[in-house]
């Protein structure tokens, strides 16, 4: 009964009745998101397969895992040589 009425408290507000602090927020996360995915799919696009850890093809769907996939891609999906440090 207790966690009905939680969930009825923590509705989910509407466009309409976020401030605009909180707008603004939604789509600076939104931006970022788009950009991190824009910028794994190009850079996946522009490697060759040998300078990526695994296939291009599982580094590609897991990109478009929210922030997680593109952050892991550019942690653990590229081959970084040792002239380029």
Do not use: C
Not at 29 to 41: D, E, F, I, K, N
């Amino acid at each position: 009964m207790a966690s009905n009425r939680n969930r009825a408290a923590r509705k989910k507000k509407t466009w309409k009745e976020m401030s605009p602090g909180a707008k603004i927020g939604t789509i600076v996360t939104g931006l970022v998101q788009v950009s991190l995915l824009v910028a794994a799919q190009r850079d996946i696009s522009r490697r060759p397969a040998e300078l990526i850890n695994g296939p291009k093809a599982a580094w590609r769907a897991a990109s478009f895992v929210n922030f997680i996939g593109p952050m892991g891609y550019f942690i653990f999906g590229r081959k970084h040589s040792a002239a380029g440090k």
